[in-house]
């Protein structure tokens, strides 16, 4: 965050006493709250300029370091994630390349969703995808030699009918490359919300597929399910218990009990209406903060949630929950809600919507329309604190209550003045912002009459079109994430965005080039508007400023509108040039790469790496005892005589470490046995060792890992680095002989 003070002046302030990691008001190193008197700091510089210089300077950069070349694209794979690509990725590389995909390497979020799965055994994750697809609201899509297709099991029937949207827009994202794909099976979740949270006791299991944990999980969702908590609970008591035990979430008397006292209230009071987020993604503590979960209506949904990791393709994911995120149906298909230029008459899609406006006729207010929605009911009462309902209520504030703006006064200078402006003036000159659609009144407190004498209600409704009239679409969450945000960024107009939740591209799309993001508490919308349009009538008058008197085009600079406008085209770029539907379909290819990296398990397609020079070089020279020599000779002591020599006890391991080319390797591992590198390992967790750590071999125990069959009867298993680079143990062992222990 960046609230543009100099460092001597925040040095004088000391420490101001706000919340730690308030997920409502951006963090800004303790900027002082306005309201003070002659103890408003001296502005001279604008912090917005700076944030936009930084973030093209960052997204500029983030394209040219793409790689240019599928050897390009290979090292940076292996040097991020410290294993080689899966099986597949030249054709994925061909398909990227052949449809001008500009984000060739930027897909951190699928390591990061994938991780804890990738610690399971193929099988085991094959099998909890299954069972996952016998919950409510979940449909399976499945590819099996080379089509895909789209069920739903009810009551242990598979029932083709009834596939929801997302699951039918998730296999439409196949179809370009199902001939390519291993047979794999998706849950894909049919709600907008996130499914999967893993108390924190679970998730620092070292092993995640202990047979206790197996066998509970399996109970769990094979008996009677209810798909909800039927007022019982909330999403807040499962969402708490992912974090750690001191946490001040987890030590609340209640949960469900509201706070004593009105904390959103004293930050409204001690105003930080001059920071401006530098992104949307902000480190929100709910754990440390869990008054909180007040003003985000998800936590008030009584769906059941999963208390176990089993994979669930949803199409966002707040802070906490381990959903695996692919992209929203409503970007990907083409409907007259959500699709900017979508002629729903002739069924084509056009480049420019029949109902845009040009730039120097849109509307200088801020415009937002939506249902109130936006959170569940369990507990009642609540709902008057959710994002929709408090951003409407803050902009329909007829009140007198003062609003404080800073502006260059005269436009253009570097002289910067404070005004404090009634509300209720401000709300009428830049605001436009209603509900349309009354939902779940009864669970508002006081009812019907108190929803809408509380927030303004826009009885005439309005299209996907009607939004192109204004120049500011501010887009929030609802009950889960927003389905409008690529139709408003593929739009003339300049989109403001708030949430906490993470989708696939938020790792392709910078703040401050590509859109304007809020804070939680969105107070710093009206000097966002100050900056871009200027001061408004009424902030002139209550400032007194010099160019009250002058004509009004000349009460206004127009290096803001243009600045607005730049972030409108570049926003309108990013979708035509990086939010594509092919953007999508390549986002998804790589997905189902990742998921079960090795492909198909099956001997008879292990990876030849017989083609790699670099292993047969490198592992020649591993101090595992290997010979030089590249014959198949056998060296059966040297793994024990290395260990012995480091003073390590060998008893119950199997040396017969050999030295040879790649395949001597395959013959290993297919045998039961396992390579391993660094590390110990024991019962009393220091008792036995397995050498020093040779990078080469564990690429190529990775490499073995990913090809590998999983046969339980054989009792045998071949494991390779941590895909997490974590420390952890791997273990083979054949029938119930140790013949491998290490830890990468």
């Known amino acids: 965050m960046y609230d543009g003070l100099s460092n001597q002046k925040k040095a004088r302030r000391g420490k101001v006493d706000n919340f730690p990691d308030n997920p409502l008001v ?28 930084e973030a093209e300077d960052k997204f500029r950069k983030l394209l040219s370091r793409q790689s240019q070349t599928l050897q390009d694209a290979v090292r940076e794979y292996q040097r991020r994630y410290e294993r080689d690509p899966p099986r597949g990725f030249d054709d994925w590389w061909r398909f990227v390349k052949d ?12 390591n990061e969703d994938m991780a804890p799965f990738w610690e399971m055994p193929a099988e085991e994750l094959r ?11 979940v449909d399976i899509v499945s590819v099996k030699d080379g089509r895909s ?26 179809e370009k490359f199902q001939d390519k794909l291993p047979d794999i099976e998706f849950p894909v979740n049919a709600m907008a919300e996130g499914r999967i949270l893993v108390p924190w006791e679970r998730r620092i299991r070292s092993n995640l597929t202990m047979q206790s944990d197996i066998d509970a999980v399996h109970t769990q969702f094979t008996a009677m399910y209810s798909p909800d908590w039927r007022g019982g609970r909330n999403v807040w008591e499962a969402y708490r218990r992912t974090c750690p035990p001191h946490s001040s979430a987890r030590r609340l008397f209640s949960s469900f009990r509201a706070s004593s006292t009105n904390k959103t209230s004293q930050l409204s009071a001690r105003s930080e209406e001059f920071v401006f987020a530098s992104d949307i993604a902000g480190n929100y503590s709910y754990c440390q903060n869990p008054w909180a979960h007040y003003n985000q209506g998800h936590f008030f949904s009584d769906w059941r949630t999963i208390p176990a990791l089993f994979p669930m393709f949803s199409p966002a994911k707040a802070s906490k929950f381990q959903d695996i995120r692919i992209p929203s149906h409503y970007y990907y298909a083409q409907t007259r809600r ?65 609003r404080t703006i800073v502006f260059a006064d005269p436009p253009g200078s570097k002289n910067y003045v404070y005004a404090d402006v009634p509300a209720a003036s401000l709300n009428d000159e830049i605001m436009d912002v209603a509900f349309v659609n009354v939902v779940d009144h009864s669970n508002f407190p006081g009812g019907l009459e108190a929803l809408i004498n509380a927030h303004r209600f826009d009885d005439g409704g309005v299209n996907l079109g009607d939004h192109w009239k204004h120049k500011y679409l501010v887009d929030l969450d609802g009950m889960g994430y927003s389905g409008r945000f690529f139709s408003f960024m593929e739009s003339d107009s300049a989109v403001m965005k708030a949430t906490v939740y993470r989708e ?58 243009r600045r607005l406008r730049r972030i409108a085209r570049a926003g309108k770029q990013w979708k035509r040039t990086i939010g594509r539907r092919v953007d999508m379909e390549a986002y998804v290819y790589r997905l189902c790469l990742d998921v079960h990296p090795g492909g198909t398990s099956s001997l008879d397609k292990l990876p030849d790496l017989s083609g ?33 020599q480091k003073g390590l006890r060998s008893s119950g391991l199997d040396c017969d470490v050999q030295s040879a080319p790649s395949s001597a390797f395959v013959q290993l591992c297919s045998r039961g046995m396992v390579l391993t590198a660094s590390g110990l390992f024991s019962k009393n967790r220091a008792r036995h060792s397995m050498l020093s750590s040779n990078r080469p071999l ?14 339980p009867s054989r009792r045998t298993r071949c494991m390779g680095v941590s895909r997490r680079n974590l420390p952890r143990f791997f273990v083979a062992r054949r029938h119930k002989t140790l013949v491998g222990i290490g830890r990468a």
């Open 99 to 110: 449809n001008h995909v500009l984000m060739i390497d930027e897909y951190d979020s699928i």
């Open 504 to 561: 696939f591209f938020s790792d392709w799309i910078q703040p401050w080039l590509h859109y304007i993001p809020l804070s939680q508490s969105y107070s710093e919308i009206y000097n966002i508007h100050a900056f871009f349009s200027g001061a408004t009538d009424s902030t002139l008058q209550a400032a007194n400023a010099t160019v009250l008197n002058l004509p009004a085009g000349k009460k206004h600079t127009i290096d803001g509108d």
């Open 149 to 174: 297709t789209a069920v739903n099991v009810k009551d242990g029937l598979v029932v083709g009918s009834e596939v929801s949207a997302r699951a039918k827009g998730f296999l439409s994202m196949l």
């Open 338 to 402: 959500y699709t900017y230029g979508w002629d729903s008459v002739n069924l084509e899609l056009k480049e420019v919507d029949h109902m845009e406006t040009p730039w120097e006729l849109k509307n200088d207010k801020i415009f937002w329309r939506g249902a109130s929605t936006g959170g569940g009911s369990s507990p009642p009462g609540f709902a008057a604190q959710y994002q929709r309902h408090r951003f409407v209520r803050m902009a329909s504030d007829k009140s007198s209550a003062n």
């Open 127 to 137: 099998r909890r995808a299954s069972l996952a697809g016998h919950l409510p609201s």
């Open 26 to 53: 951006v963090r800004s190193s303790g900027l002082l709250p306005f309201g003070r008197g002659d103890g408003r700091p001296h502005i001279t510089e604008h912090p917005i300029p700076k944030l936009m210089t």
């Open 612 to 644: 790699f020079g670099w292993i047969r070089e490198q592992v020649t020279r591993s101090p595992l005892g290997i010979n030089r020599d590249t014959s198949n000779t056998p060296n059966p002591r040297g793994g024990c005589a290395i260990a012995q």
């Open 698 to 711: 564990l690429r190529i125990l990775g490499l073995l890992n990913q090809s590998l069959p999983d046969d």
